[in-house]
């Protein structure tokens, strides 16, 4: 893979997230009843930094939660006879809340797919909400995301990277081009 160049460095991920946070509230007219599912791996220290700034600015505390999608996969078959599956906790009841649903970007809506799929196991939201830090087009499914810190035009050879603080120990988006063999 070959870099081809910085999205966004780690204050313009602090200000796309702090925004985010915003619009969040914004939509859910206030903070009441409203909870944060953090999609594996770095979409839960995303979910954890949306938080962070809204108990900043609205001084009350929202619930977050991680999921992991491994099973709910629909390319499960391709991935391996032994899939890493981790942990799902989400620590509170979902029923009758506005859920938003975090990840780092959206490419096909595979992923945000099984996180429905996941999430509707665990209960009956009121309203599941789609927050991603880049989206990057290409879908595959009708899914769209209701809060996004970027939108990036890319090419289907294109990888995009995001890193966090928490999982890679710095926070930047990248990206990379596949090379022709």
């Not at 954890?48 to 977050?64: D, L, Q, T």
């Not at 595979?110 to 509707?120: F, G, P």
């Not at 294109?158 to 090379?179: I, N, P, Q, T």
Request: hydrophobic letters at 45%; zero cysteines; a negative charge.
């Amino acid at each position: 893979m070959r870099f081809k160049a910085e999205l966004l460095n780690a204050e313009e991920m602090r200000r796309a997230l702090h925004r985010i946070a915003h619009e969040i509230v914004e939509a859910n007219k206030g903070v009441e009843g409203l909870a944060l599912v953090g999609i594996h791996t770095r979409g839960i220290p995303l979910a954890e930094r949306i938080a962070h700034y809204i108990r900043e600015f609205e001084g009350e505390e929202v619930p977050v939660g991680m999921l992991d999608i491994t099973l709910y996969r629909d390319d499960l078959s391709e991935i391996g006879i032994r899939p890493q599956v981790r942990q799902t906790r989400i620590p509170f009841d979902i029923t009758g809340k506005a859920l938003v649903l975090v990840d780092d970007v959206l490419y096909t809506g595979r992923t945000a797919r099984a996180a429905l799929d996941a999430l509707m196991d665990l209960g009956r939201p009121r309203r599941i909400y789609l927050a991603v830090l880049v989206d990057r087009g290409h879908r595959e499914l009708p899914i769209r995301a209701d809060f996004v810190g970027k939108n990036v035009p890319t090419a289907k050879n294109e990888v995009v990277k995001v890193k966090v603080k928490e999982v890679d120990g710095e926070d930047r988006v990248e990206l990379w081009e596949r090379e022709e063999a």
